[in-house]
């Protein structure tokens, strides 16, 4: 079995601020990792994914993920937050590269505001 | 660039009255799902379904959801007797196949009165 803990609900960060989603995971498997975005009334668009090969992974909109084994975190981080950032984040975890047939387990999200 | 489509955007109903929510998935993908999510809480998977079949389900997916594919680009959820409880975002994704990210609809908020 598979879950997802995302701290943090709400995260606050000022224009040109480091992001710092924070993501871990439990999975007696090893786990297929994935971030997702969802901005206000549309659907959830993937950012990146960790699939096991290079643990720290580039996606899109400069986020990228730490894959850590030995603290099963998974957290995403942005250099420089965008007024654009703002929106809810999603941390999911599949035993299977794609999600598979099996779905993904999601985190609650967390929603990222952007204060200018 | 292709896109997962859901109709409708809002769907109000009675308790005990049969919803269908009606996605269209990407033309080539294999793999389909649904998840809900409830207000204020987790996205939940609720099935997938390969080959005209359903793969998993959760223990979500009880009697009274069915899923069906009636022909090569509509991919239904039905509900057969709503529940206040089934109120939520319902949320449609597909996949070409098992290596690759699922994509995402923009949901169905399903409203049950």
């Known amino acids: 079995a598979q879950s997802v803990t995302q701290l943090g609900s709400h995260v606050s960060v000022s224009e040109g601020a480091l992001v710092l989603l924070r993501c871990n995971y439990s999975?007696?498997?090893?786990?297929?990792l994935f971030w997702y975005v969802q901005y206000p009334n549309q659907g959830l668009q993937l950012l990146l994914k960790y699939t096991s090969a290079a643990t720290l992974v580039k996606g899109i909109n400069g986020f990228e993920a730490e894959f850590k084994k030995s603290e099963t975190s998974f957290h995403l981080t942005k250099p420089s937050a965008h007024m654009s950032d703002a929106a809810e984040y999603f941390c999911?975890?599949?035993?299977?590269?794609?999600?598979?047939?099996?779905?993904?387990?999601f985190g609650k999200g967390t929603h990222l505001i952007i204060q200018p | 660039e292709p896109e997962v489509t859901q109709t409708p955007s809002h769907q109000v109903t009675q308790m005990g009255q049969e919803v269908i929510l009606r996605c269209v998935p990407i033309s080539n993908h294999l793999y389909f799902y649904w998840y809900r999510q409830i207000l204020g809480q987790k996205v939940e998977f609720l099935v997938s379904f390969y080959n005209n079949e359903i793969s998993e389900k959760s223990e979500i997916f009880d009697d009274q959801f069915s899923v069906e594919r009636p022909d090569g680009s509509n991919f239904t959820l039905k509900i057969r007797s709503t529940k206040l409880e089934d109120s939520a975002m319902y949320f449609c994704?597909?996949?070409?196949?098992?290596?690759?990210?699922?994509?995402f609809g923009p949901g169905t908020r399903l409203t049950v009165l």
């Open positions: 999911a975890v599949s035993a299977a590269p794609g999600g598979g047939a099996d779905g993904l387990t």
């Open positions: 999975s007696s498997v090893p786990p297929y």
């Open positions: 994704a597909s996949s070409p196949e098992r290596i690759y990210e699922q994509f």
